[in-house]
């Protein structure tokens, strides 16, 4: 750090009158000053030096981290995180309460003044347990969104206000709440969405939610919001998020919660369907089957993404369940994107690839597979996927990674084959297998 800036902002407390707990901890053991603000920052670039330490007269520390991995306070103090993304910093707070270290918090988010880059991802966690965030306030998260309207928002095991929850449903555009709560139940948020004047683009929780089954049923019936990701919602609500109204949906579900469903009768809103199904035993045939041929007659979606996940056990696939996914596309004749694309130690479809390629050719709308096998499942010489861009010309094969099977132009009988560059097509689920393990 300059001693310009030092001078113009930062004071040094001397050592010798540090008390204990202005002194900083580093995980890696480093020694180092510890700073007092002479003034407010104009912004938050005027704090981006890593490696420095703030201390505020409310009783927390600040630390600054650079890009050194162990710039972080030490093992034995719990920390909230404030990471702003892109080139913003990111800033570890310690201190003796919740409410003061989300007032420090709230302090330095007040400081962003202009929008970051839009892919940047703004997080709030805390090291470890359920954090108060309230102290914080509203004029925070206010400033936040003002600044960088489109930015995603993650926040982690925080409880967060009634007034800050409507600050969310109402400014927000892409949240997500990692196992939050909030005070009331999600009353005040449910209540907010239905006033916005732009559609919420991304919504999504993940590993639980923070509504009692009341405020749950009202979000389910919101029209306001675009993409909405849910996990795995227990006993009789199980089955409602498929009606949500919602032009996406990413839903985490167990195969018991659909046991005893009729799912011939089964309402599913969304275009864009994104579904995990878990399970732990033996591959639940005779449900999937079910499902699929639900699917196929609705026959509105354009994207599928079906995932079947038993935590890397039992991940072969019937045959007959091939088949019937083949019918389900083939019966939503607007699909373009249909997305397989789980790790192939959780379910294997290499050994069904020449099925699905050659049952696939004739539906004129797909535009993107995405599926995980190794290129082998493609048969001698990409055969398999030769044969597929014989019909269909501009589709892309590819990983869920975004990575394409083949480059390659080739020519057969005459017909020019090209694998066409892959979009980032894929969004990486946000619940671990670890966490589902709860569900069961």
């Known amino acids: 750090m300059s001693s310009l800036t030092q001078s113009a902002l930062f004071e040094i407390i001397p050592t010798s009158r540090r ?18 603000l002479r003034r407010l920052p104009q912004n938050l670039n005027e704090i981006h030096q890593g490696g420095t330490v703030i201390w505020r007269d409310n009783g927390t520390l600040t630390y600054v981290a650079g890009d050194n991995e162990d710039d972080v306070p030490d093992a034995f103090h719990e920390y ?39 892919n940047s991802v703004l997080e709030v966690s805390y090291s470890m347990g359920t954090f108060e965030f309230e102290a914080a306030g509203t004029r925070c998260l206010e400033r936040l969104f003002a600044a960088a309207p489109s930015r995603r928002v993650q926040f982690h095991m925080l409880t967060l206000s009634a007034e800050q929850s409507v600050v969310l449903a109402s400014q927000s555009n892409r949240l997500t709440l990692f196992k939050c709560h909030f005070e009331d139940f999600g009353a005040a948020f449910v209540d907010a969405l239905p006033q916005r004047q732009q559609k919420f683009g ?31 919602i227990e006993a009789e609500l199980a089955l409602l998020p498929f009606s949500a109204k919602v032009e996406s ?52 979606f354009i994207e599928l993404r079906l995932q079947f996940d038993s935590f890397g056990r039992n991940n072969k696939i019937p045959e007959e369940v091939v088949t019937e996914l083949c019918r389900a596309v083939l019966g939503n004749p607007t699909l373009n994107i249909l997305d397989l694309g789980v790790h192939p130690e959780y379910l294997d479809w290499g050994p069904h690839m020449e099925t699905l390629l050659k049952d696939l050719k004739d539906h004129k709308g797909l535009s993107h597979l995405i599926v995980n096998v190794p290129t082998s499942a493609f048969g001698p010489d990409f055969a398999f996927l030769r044969q597929l861009l014989a019909h269909k010309k501009n589709i892309t094969v590819a990983n869920e990674n ?18 066409e560059a892959l979009m980032d097509l894929t969004q990486s689920s946000l619940i671990t297998a670890a966490l589902m393990q709860s569900m069961f």
């Open 19 to 36: 008390t204990p707990e202005q002194v900083p901890r580093w995980a890696d053991e480093r020694e180092s000053e510890t700073y007092r």
């Open 80 to 118: 909230l995180t404030v990471s702003f993304g892109g080139k913003g910093p990111t800033l570890h707070i310690v201190g003796p309460t919740d409410d003061v270290m989300a007032e420090t918090a709230g302090f330095f988010m007040e400081l962003e003044e202009s929008a970051t880059e839009e």
């Open 202 to 232: 991304s919504l999504a929780f993940v590993a639980d939610t923070p509504f009692d089954n009341h405020n749950l049923r009202h979000l389910l019936q919101v029209e306001t919001i675009e993409r909405l990701t849910l996990p795995n």
């Open 249 to 300: 949906l990413d839903y985490q579900i167990a195969y018991t919660s659909l046991q005893e469903a009729d799912l011939q009768t089964l309402n599913i809103a969304a275009s864009k369907l994104s579904l995990t199904l878990y399970y732990t035993k033996a591959f639940p045939t005779k449900l999937v089957l079910s499902l699929l041929r639900r699917l196929a007659a609705l026959g509105h």
């Open 402 to 419: 975004g990575k394409v099977y083949s480059r390659l132009s080739r020519r057969s009988k005459g017909v020019q084959l090209t694998v």
